[in-house]
T-cell receptor
Framework: EPEVTQTPSHQVTQMGQEVILRCVPI?????FYWYRQILGQKVEFLVS????????KSEIFDDQFSVERPDGSNFTLKIRSTKLEDSAMYFC????????????????FGPGTRLTVL | AQSVTQLGSHVSVSEGALVLLRCNYS??????LFWYVQYPNQGLQLLLK??????LVKGINGFEAEFKKSETSFHLTKPSAHMSDAAEYFC??????????FGSGTRLSIRP
């Protein structure tokens, strides 16, 4: 069964360093998403991406964050200068299409990357 | 704006007892509703989803949820709890857009 994969499973970095989290969405999917979950808190939407551009982003997704689809298979989240508060689990998801009023398209989540900023 | 409220951050039941996890939503259009489960140190697994078909939705592991528009609720139930059900459960909502909005989660503990 196709699945979303994420690498690495755990990333440790120093404050101020740049990190890139990688995701391989399901191959025929066109919409890609990043969510994060700070330890003990709820899962929060960060950004959605379609046709090589951001389609929606939350207020969390500030100028320190960027997303890219560098080739036909990977989808990356870059944090330019990490802060302590960026420590969280980051989930990638993908779907075939967007939801419509009368039709639903399931988002499939990856296993997550745990980012620890020291 | 869409939102989800989960009543009770922690629920504890005895093995074999009824599980009831409460969720109320707010949405300006007919929503899509979900329950996800997260086991310790793992990712999100979709338990079940409501996508405007039957109001009683059956999911994996014996869970089900009922969509009640008049009460704006989507409570999750399981007739008989098993030790393996111990996990964090998230209710979530999505409108005719991409993003999923998650509730704050309910940690389910099962007493032997």
């Amino acid at each position: 069964e196709p699945e979303v994969t994420q690498t690495p499973s755990h990333q440790v970095t120093q404050m101020g360093q740049e990190v890139i989290l990688r995701c391989v969405p399901i191959s025929n999917h066109l919409y890609f998403y990043w969510y994060r979950q700070i330890l003990g808190q709820k899962v929060e939407f960060l950004v959605s991406f379609y046709n090589n551009e951001i389609s929606e982003k939350s207020e969390i997704f500030d100028d320190q964050f960027s997303v890219e689809r560098p080739d036909g298979s990977n989808f990356t989240l870059k944090i330019r200068s990490t802060k302590l508060e960026d420590s969280a689990m980051y989930f990638c998801a993908s779907s075939e299409a967007q939801n419509g009023i009368y039709f639903y398209n399931e988002q499939f989540f990856g296993p997550g990357t745990r980012l620890t900023v020291l | 704006a869409q939102s989800v409220t989960q009543l009770g951050s922690h629920v504890s039941v005895s093995e074999g007892a009824l599980v009831l996890l409460r969720c109320n939503y707010s949405s300006s259009v007919p929503p899509y509703l979900f329950w996800y489960v997260q086991y310790p140190n793992q990712g999100l697994q979709l338990l079940l989803k409501y996508t405007s078909a039957a109001t009683l939705v059956k999911g994996i592991n014996g869970f089900e949820a009922e969509f009640k528009k008049s009460e704006t609720s989507f409570h999750l139930t399981k007739p008989s709890a098993h030790m393996s059900d111990a996990a964090e459960y998230f209710c979530a909502v999505s409108e005719s857009a991409s993003k999923i909005i998650f509730g704050s989660g309910t940690r389910l503990s099962i007493r032997p």
